[in-house]
């Protein structure tokens, strides 16, 4: 009779390890960026990853959508003279987020002509433009959020690591809170003052020509 | 009526260039010099020894008792065995493979009766030749039973004829840190000419029947390098 053939309980992954095709994600619990081609000059304020690409609007014209870095980007392309190059940018952390509006902006969002989505969505990009996550924790508004929930910009968000880990340590040692929960109350009010710029700009953008004048 | 004396013996090591496929050769020379029929076992994806076996029968320094098979799964290799097992169709399989560690080295190190690992004389060929005798010891707690897996034999290989200090401290060395042969494995000319021609055995009967008499006297190299095979051999059964 033939030997017996021991069963293989479990691998060693460590006698076959090889080299990895890819670079190997953070084991943390979110995505870390840690280095990516961006055309020279390059800025390291957040970048919205978008869901999905709102259709534009018919009319009135919507607000002109700040470009993200990536539409920037893309606007201008690197010239010969000015060569793409890869460089090392702050160490980034990927956040999911929820951004709605204010129950007390409903009637304005609705009246305005714009899918109120989309005037969210546009307030968010304006809002983290030139924003960067701080270290400080600031606690959530208590301010009364609408209950339309179709309206809400559900998106990611590129955090810088170093305030994330640092809000992290203080706030959140044991990782139990969802990280929109600690930078929620740095980036709400922003974005409902830009939601409130925005209806502003459409409201005066509606509003006829010379109107209040004297023929 | 199956062959209860099969004896498959796997070459097997993390390091390319430790001398596997040398081995396997002079071990399959051995074997059939000493008249037993052999199926050799090439899962090593260059196909080097079966190239080889190929070569030597068309020299004509093969063997009737020597028979080849690529196999490109564990799978494969088991079924193979199998199949000699029960026909009878071999009393030794070697299986050359590959030098690396991979998933499937698992697969070949269950189905062998004994492992064989070249190891040359150096720091970090000793230091890689540790990893694969670490992984198999690994091994016995990673399999439902431990008692039925193979033996494991290090070789000592490309051994220098003239044994400097340094290597007898590395000697001294791979013997506190593996299961070492006794006997080692010599630097020889003559087994790149077995790589070239074929087998042992059939290259020192070429020299012996050479028409040139200053040849014959070089039968002498290709007998003392069969008979350190043989002596390997010798050891692997014996354990």
């Given at each position: 009779m033939r030997k017996k053939i021991p069963t293989i309980t479990r691998p060693d992954p460590a006698y076959a390890a090889s080299l990895r095709p890819e670079v190997e994600e953070?084991?943390?619990r979110e995505e870390v960026q840690r280095a990516e081609a961006t055309?020279?000059?390059?800025?390291?304020q957040p970048v919205v990853v978008d869901d999905h690409i709102a259709p534009p609007p018919s009319t009135?014209?919507?607000?002109?959508p700040q470009p993200t870095q990536e539409t920037a980007g893309r606007a201008a392309p690197p010239t010969l003279a000015s060569p793409t190059r890869t460089r090392r940018i702050p160490a980034t952390r990927k956040i999911d987020i929820r951004v709605n509006a204010l129950e007390r902006q409903e009637e304005a969002l609705i009246d305005c002509g714009v899918d109120p989505a989309h005037v969210i969505r546009a307030a968010l990009r304006r809002a983290v433009k030139n924003w960067q996550l701080g270290p400080d924790f600031i606690a959530s508004s208590e301010e009364q959020r609408t209950r339309?929930?179709?309206w809400r910009a559900r998106t990611s968000l590129a955090v810088h690591a170093g305030a994330m880990n640092a809000l992290l340590r203080a706030h959140d040692p044991l990782d139990v809170l969802s990280k929109w929960t600690l930078i929620r109350g740095q980036l709400e009010p922003r974005v409902w003052a830009e939601i409130d710029a925005i209806l502003t700009e459409i409201a005066q953008r509606a509003a006829p020509p010379h109107a209040g004048e004297v023929s | 009526m199956p062959n209860d004396n099969l004896v498959v013996i796997a070459a097997m090591a993390?390091?390319?260039?430790?001398g596997k496929t040398t081995l396997s050769r002079a071990l399959i020379s051995a074997a059939v010099a000493a008249g037993r029929r052999v199926l050799l076992i090439d899962?090593?994806?260059?196909?080097v020894l079966g190239t080889w076996h190929k070569r030597a029968e068309a020299a004509g320094?093969?063997?009737?008792l020597l028979r080849s098979a690529t196999v490109e799964s564990v799978g494969g290799v088991d079924r193979r065995i199998e199949q000699v097992y029960a026909a009878d169709s071999a009393d030794f399989i070697f299986i050359d493979t590959a030098g690396v560690g991979a998933e499937w080295s698992d697969g070949i190190a269950v189905l062998a009766d004994h492992i064989v690992t070249p190891v040359m004389l150096s720091t970090s060929d000793l230091d890689v030749g540790a990893q694969t005798a670490e992984w198999f010891d690994k091994l016995r707690a990673r399999v439902?039973?431990?008692?039925s897996l193979p033996r494991h034999h290090v070789v000592l290989n490309?051994?220098?004829?003239?044994?400097t200090r340094a290597d007898a401290a590395l000697i001294e060395a791979a013997i506190a840190r593996f299961p070492v042969v006794e006997t080692v494995m010599m630097r020889r000319n003559v087994y790149k000419e077995m790589d070239e021609k074929g087998l042992l055995h059939a290259v020192a009967l070429q020299k012996q029947a050479?028409?040139?008499?200053?040849?014959?006297?070089?039968?002498r190299h290709v007998v003392e390098a069969l008979e350190e095979a043989t002596d390997i051999l010798n050891n692997i059964l014996a354990a």
């Open positions: 953070d084991p943390g055309p020279e000059p390059a800025s390291a009135p014209p919507p607000p002109t339309i929930t179709e | 993390r390091k390319g260039g430790s899962t090593d994806s260059t196909g320094l093969g063997s009737p439902d039973d431990p008692a490309m051994v220098d004829p003239k044994t050479d028409p040139n008499p200053l040849m014959r006297p070089h039968v």
